[in-house]
Every structure is written in C-alpha cells, then in structure tokens.
Nanobody, 124 residues
Framework: QVQLVESGGGLVQAGGSLRLSCAAS????????MGWFRQAPGKEREFVAA????????YYVDSVKGRFIVSRDNAKNTVYLQMNSLKPEDTAVYYC?????????????????WGQGTQVTVSS
C-alpha cells in the first residue's frame, strides 16, 4: 500500500509559479510511474504530466508543455510539479498518482494509488 500526500498548492496571480510536491509513504516511489492530474469544477479529470521510474522519460499535456516540469527525487520519495507562467485556466485540484505498470501513463485508469489533491487557484 502507498499513501500519497500532495502539498504546495495555493492562490497565485497569473504569470506566477508554484511547485507541487507529492510525498509517498508505505513503499518506495522508485518502483512506480508517477503522474499528475487535475480536475477543474464541472470538468473531468485531466492528465497533466507523468514521469517514468528512471526520470529519463516525461510526458505532458499540450497545454502545459514549456511551462510545467515534472521531476522526482527517489531518495526523498517525492515527486514534484514545477508550474511556471500559470494561467487562470490552470485552476484546479491537482492530484498525484502512482502506477505499478504505467504502460500508458496518460490514462488515469493506469494508476493504482491517488493522493487527496491540492487546490491551485490562479487569479487573472
């Protein structure tokens, strides 16, 4: 069993930055593909970014490419999402998730464990 806890959300003005963290307990994160998803009010959950075990391969939704960076520190059992040049449309609850296999990391059904989420609000 893995417990995931997100932190780092908050209120920021458009153009600002936030760094989300996802800390794991129960098992080492190095065995998982890690993903970030978000859900805005009234919308379906959306893939944001993912990172494979070795950190050599990352994935992003087109709307965040060039602005967000996903990274992991397996020694600290933590995954990060650096969010720059934030826009009001980035406002959502952000979730981290862990996948045992992660064959298709853009799909939420691939993920076995989920955090509770952290709110990110970007004001215009």
């Amino acid at each position: 069993q893995v417990q995931l806890v997100e932190s780092g959300g908050g209120l920021v003005q458009a153009g600002g930055s936030l760094r989300l963290s996802c800390a794991a307990s129960g098992r080492t994160l190095s065995t998982f593909v890690m993903g970030w998803f978000r859900q805005a009010p009234g919308k379906e959950r959306e893939f944001v970014a993912a990172i494979r075990r070795s950190s050599a391969v990352t994935y992003y939704v087109d709307s965040v490419k060039g602005r967000f960076i996903v990274s992991r520190d397996n020694a600290k059992n933590t995954v990060y999402l650096q969010m720059n040049s934030l826009k009001p449309e980035d406002t959502a609850v952000y979730y981290c998730a862990a996948a045992v296999t992660g064959v298709t990391p853009r799909k939420d059904v691939e993920y076995d464990y989920w955090g509770q989420g952290t709110q990110v609000t970007v004001s215009s």
